[in-house]
Protein backbone atom coordinates (compact mmCIF):
# COMPACT_ATOMS: atom_id res chain seq x y z
CA UNK A 1 0.00 0.00 0.00
CA UNK A 2 1.44 3.45 -0.79
CA UNK A 3 0.06 6.61 1.29
CA UNK A 4 0.23 10.04 2.28
CA UNK A 5 -1.76 10.99 5.45
CA UNK A 6 -3.84 9.76 8.18
CA UNK A 7 -3.61 6.40 6.78
CA UNK A 8 -7.18 5.43 8.19
CA UNK A 9 -7.55 3.24 4.89
CA UNK A 10 -4.34 1.93 5.29
CA UNK A 11 -5.47 0.37 9.01
CA UNK A 12 -8.98 -0.70 7.89
CA UNK A 13 -7.44 -2.82 5.28
CA UNK A 14 -5.07 -4.10 8.18
CA UNK A 15 -7.53 -5.54 10.06
CA UNK A 16 -9.37 -6.82 7.20
CA UNK A 17 -6.59 -8.67 6.11
CA UNK A 18 -6.34 -10.24 9.96
CA UNK A 19 -9.68 -11.01 10.01
CA UNK A 20 -9.86 -15.17 9.97
CA UNK A 21 -10.33 -16.38 6.20
CA UNK A 22 -9.23 -12.95 4.61
CA UNK A 23 -7.50 -13.79 1.27
CA UNK A 24 -5.01 -11.24 1.35
CA UNK A 25 -1.95 -9.50 3.63
CA UNK A 26 -0.22 -6.20 3.21
CA UNK A 27 3.39 -7.02 2.40
CA UNK A 28 4.55 -3.34 2.63
CA UNK A 29 3.60 0.45 3.20
CA UNK A 30 5.46 3.07 1.00
CA UNK A 31 5.01 6.69 1.86
CA UNK A 32 6.41 10.37 -0.21
CA UNK A 33 6.39 11.97 3.09
CA UNK A 34 6.31 11.57 7.37
CA UNK A 35 2.81 10.91 7.94
CA UNK A 36 0.84 8.56 9.91
CA UNK A 37 0.67 5.66 8.17
CA UNK A 38 4.45 4.88 9.12
CA UNK A 39 3.93 4.40 12.53
CA UNK A 40 0.61 2.56 11.80
CA UNK A 41 2.54 0.06 9.71
CA UNK A 42 5.26 -0.54 12.44
CA UNK A 43 3.33 -0.68 14.83
CA UNK A 44 1.19 -3.70 12.63
CA UNK A 45 4.90 -4.91 12.04
CA UNK A 46 4.81 -4.47 8.46
CA UNK A 47 7.25 -3.31 6.47
CA UNK A 48 7.71 0.66 5.26
CA UNK A 49 9.49 3.22 2.92
CA UNK A 50 9.84 6.51 2.62
CA UNK A 51 10.44 7.88 -0.93
CA UNK A 52 10.23 11.65 -1.24
CA UNK A 53 10.40 13.21 -4.71
CA UNK A 54 13.09 15.77 -2.44
CA UNK A 55 15.37 13.40 -2.24
CA UNK A 56 15.35 12.44 -5.79
CA UNK A 57 17.61 14.71 -8.14
CA UNK A 58 14.08 14.17 -10.71
CA UNK A 59 10.58 13.13 -10.91
CA UNK A 60 12.04 10.14 -13.37
CA UNK A 61 14.24 8.85 -10.87
CA UNK A 62 11.99 8.90 -8.12
CA UNK A 63 9.54 7.38 -10.04
CA UNK A 64 12.57 4.53 -10.60
CA UNK A 65 13.33 4.52 -6.72
CA UNK A 66 9.81 4.30 -6.03
CA UNK A 67 9.13 1.09 -8.42
CA UNK A 68 12.56 -0.67 -6.82
CA UNK A 69 11.41 -0.31 -3.64
CA UNK A 70 7.85 -1.14 -3.95
CA UNK A 71 9.26 -4.13 -6.13
CA UNK A 72 11.33 -5.34 -3.47
CA UNK A 73 7.92 -6.34 -1.54
CA UNK A 74 6.94 -8.39 -4.68
CA UNK A 75 3.20 -7.59 -4.31
CA UNK A 76 0.73 -8.70 -5.98
CA UNK A 77 -1.49 -5.57 -5.73
CA UNK A 78 -0.57 -2.19 -5.22
CA UNK A 79 -2.88 -0.28 -3.59
CA UNK A 80 -3.12 3.54 -3.26
CA UNK A 81 -5.12 4.50 -0.25
CA UNK A 82 -4.53 8.58 -0.01
CA UNK A 83 -1.74 8.74 -1.85
CA UNK A 84 -1.04 12.44 -2.78
CA UNK A 85 1.22 11.66 -6.05
CA UNK A 86 0.65 10.67 -9.45
CA UNK A 87 2.19 7.67 -10.11
CA UNK A 88 4.59 7.82 -13.48
CA UNK A 89 5.49 5.78 -16.16
CA UNK A 90 7.86 3.49 -14.61
CA UNK A 91 6.04 2.67 -12.04
CA UNK A 92 2.99 2.20 -13.98
CA UNK A 93 5.37 0.01 -16.65
CA UNK A 94 5.78 -2.09 -13.88
CA UNK A 95 2.58 -2.61 -11.80
CA UNK A 96 0.06 -1.42 -14.54
CA UNK A 97 -3.21 -3.53 -14.43
CA UNK A 98 -2.48 -4.39 -10.86
CA UNK A 99 -3.00 -1.05 -8.98
CA UNK A 100 -6.00 -0.35 -7.15
CA UNK A 101 -7.26 3.19 -5.70
CA UNK A 102 -9.27 4.71 -3.47
CA UNK A 103 -11.06 8.32 -4.19
CA UNK A 104 -13.59 9.77 -2.39
CA UNK A 105 -16.26 11.52 -4.88
CA UNK A 106 -18.40 9.48 -7.68
CA UNK A 107 -16.16 9.75 -10.44
CA UNK A 108 -15.38 11.34 -13.14
CA UNK A 109 -17.18 14.44 -10.93
CA UNK A 110 -14.39 15.73 -9.25
CA UNK A 111 -10.95 14.28 -9.85
CA UNK A 112 -8.15 15.52 -7.77
CA UNK A 113 -6.63 16.14 -4.43
CA UNK A 114 -9.65 18.23 -3.21
CA UNK A 115 -12.59 16.06 -4.73
CA UNK A 116 -14.62 16.16 -1.42
CA UNK A 117 -14.80 20.05 -1.21
CA UNK A 118 -15.09 20.22 -5.02
CA UNK A 119 -18.21 18.15 -4.26
CA UNK A 120 -19.46 20.74 -1.62
CA UNK A 121 -18.37 23.50 -3.15
CA UNK A 122 -20.29 22.92 -6.11
CA UNK A 123 -23.38 22.08 -4.81
CA UNK A 124 -24.04 18.31 -5.39
CA UNK A 125 -26.80 16.58 -2.51
CA UNK A 126 -25.02 13.02 -3.38
CA UNK A 127 -21.47 12.17 -3.19
CA UNK A 128 -19.61 9.35 -2.44
CA UNK A 129 -16.53 6.90 -3.19
CA UNK A 130 -15.28 5.27 -6.09
CA UNK A 131 -12.54 2.53 -6.35
CA UNK A 132 -10.80 1.85 -9.75
CA UNK A 133 -7.47 0.76 -11.57
CA UNK A 134 -5.09 3.25 -11.70
CA UNK A 135 -4.29 4.45 -15.21
CA UNK A 136 -2.10 6.91 -16.50
CA UNK A 137 -4.41 9.97 -15.65
CA UNK A 138 -5.23 11.35 -12.71
CA UNK A 139 -8.50 9.76 -11.40
CA UNK A 140 -9.12 8.03 -14.66
CA UNK A 141 -8.76 4.85 -14.94
CA UNK A 142 -11.69 2.01 -15.18
CA UNK A 143 -14.09 1.84 -12.54
CA UNK A 144 -14.67 -0.99 -9.99
CA UNK A 145 -17.27 0.39 -7.61
CA UNK A 146 -18.69 2.97 -6.42
CA UNK A 147 -20.78 3.86 -3.67
CA UNK A 148 -23.07 7.05 -2.84
CA UNK A 149 -23.15 9.51 0.58
CA UNK A 150 -25.48 11.97 1.52
CA UNK A 151 -24.59 15.41 1.99
CA UNK A 152 -25.88 17.06 4.73
CA UNK A 153 -26.67 20.62 4.69
CA UNK A 154 -24.44 21.75 7.80
CA UNK A 155 -21.91 19.55 6.48
CA UNK A 156 -18.02 20.88 6.31
CA UNK A 157 -15.07 19.08 3.91
CA UNK A 158 -14.25 17.43 6.94
CA UNK A 159 -17.27 16.35 8.51
CA UNK A 160 -18.68 14.67 4.66
CA UNK A 161 -14.98 13.44 4.38
CA UNK A 162 -15.03 11.09 7.51
CA UNK A 163 -18.57 10.05 6.55
CA UNK A 164 -17.19 9.15 3.33
CA UNK A 165 -14.36 7.03 4.46
CA UNK A 166 -16.68 5.48 6.98
CA UNK A 167 -17.96 4.08 3.11
CA UNK A 168 -14.52 4.16 1.79
CA UNK A 169 -12.90 1.79 4.30
CA UNK A 170 -15.47 -1.27 3.45
CA UNK A 171 -15.91 -0.75 0.01
CA UNK A 172 -11.65 -0.61 -0.62
CA UNK A 173 -10.96 -3.97 1.62
CA UNK A 174 -14.57 -5.24 0.12
CA UNK A 175 -12.52 -4.89 -4.10
CA UNK A 176 -8.92 -5.73 -2.55
CA UNK A 177 -10.63 -8.76 -1.17
CA UNK A 178 -12.40 -9.87 -4.76
CA UNK A 179 -9.19 -8.89 -6.79
CA UNK A 180 -6.60 -10.98 -4.71
CA UNK A 181 -9.28 -13.89 -5.51
CA UNK A 182 -10.76 -13.20 -8.46
CA UNK A 183 -8.56 -11.01 -10.13
CA UNK A 184 -10.15 -8.38 -13.06
CA UNK A 185 -11.89 -8.52 -16.65
CA UNK A 186 -11.04 -5.38 -18.66
CA UNK A 187 -13.04 -4.24 -21.20
CA UNK A 188 -12.25 -0.99 -23.08
CA UNK A 189 -12.97 1.47 -20.07
CA UNK A 190 -14.91 -0.82 -18.87
CA UNK A 191 -13.89 -3.04 -15.87
CA UNK A 192 -15.70 -6.49 -13.73
CA UNK A 193 -14.39 -8.65 -11.04
CA UNK A 194 -15.57 -11.95 -12.81
C1 LIG B 1 -9.09 8.87 1.43
O1 LIG B 1 -10.37 9.47 1.46
C2 LIG B 1 -8.70 8.59 0.00
O2 LIG B 1 -9.78 8.24 -0.84
C3 LIG B 1 -8.14 9.92 -0.41
O3 LIG B 1 -7.36 10.33 0.70
C4 LIG B 1 -8.00 9.83 1.87
C5 LIG B 1 -6.94 9.10 2.66
O4 LIG B 1 -7.34 9.08 3.97
N1 LIG B 1 -7.34 9.82 -1.62
P1 LIG B 1 -6.33 8.38 5.04
O5 LIG B 1 -4.99 9.07 4.88
O6 LIG B 1 -6.28 6.92 4.68
O7 LIG B 1 -6.99 8.65 6.36
Redesign the pocket.
Known sequence: ML????????ASLIERSRRPGSVFEIVAVGVDRD???VSIAQDAGIASFTCRVADHPDRAAWDDALRDLTDQAAPDWVVT????KILGPRFLGRFGGHIV????ALLPSFPGAHG?ADALAHGVKVTG?TVHLVDDGVDTGPILAQRAVQIADDDTADTL?ER??II?RELLADMVTALVAKGVVIEGRKARIP
Open positions: ASGAGSLLCAAAGFMNSHPVTHIKE
